[in-house]
């Protein structure tokens, strides 16, 4: 995959929506936005529905945009389902193993100033580069 039409200010304003509905839901819910933690909790806790909304809104929101060609995405035609669910199941492993995913160490915990968060971010950064790098994706 490559990068095409980059322009930092798309990934800025992604990055401040990002940011300010984790701030949202910490300051409002006293909640982390961490994706694998709040996934993990539907079938648990009970406050489900508030995890259910959440993830609702992570799968309809672009589904409209994608569906209403606001956006586009790079086509994944080229990767068999097995390769992307392989790649989807060892990144839930991996989440499981490092206790959190990008979203909770990456975006809440480093926000947080959390050594632990800027630690795990560093570490699966590093192994998402060697990885791409390794395997030749990245061309």
């Not at 079938?43 to 959440?54: E, L, M, N, S, V």
């Amino acid at each position: 995959m490559t990068i095409v039409n980059f322009t930092p200010w798309s990934a800025l304003l992604g990055g401040m929506l990002i940011g300010s509905g984790a701030l949202l839901l910490l300051l409002a819910g006293g909640r982390i936005a961490g994706i694998s933690g709040i996934v993990a909790g539907i079938g648990a806790q009970p406050d489900k529905g508030w995890r259910i909304a959440f993830v609702a809104g992570l799968i309809l929101v672009p589904l409209v945009l994608f569906g209403s060609d606001w956006v586009t995405a790079p086509s994944l035609e080229r990767f068999s389902v097995f390769r992307l669910a392989l790649a989807g199941l060892l990144v839930g492993i991996g989440s499981r193993l490092g206790n959190g995913c990008t979203s909770g160490h990456g975006i809440c915990g480093m926000g947080r100033l959390s050594w632990r968060s800027v630690v795990a971010t560093l570490i699966f950064m590093t192994a998402g580069i060697v990885t791409v790098t390794l395997l030749g994706v990245g061309a």
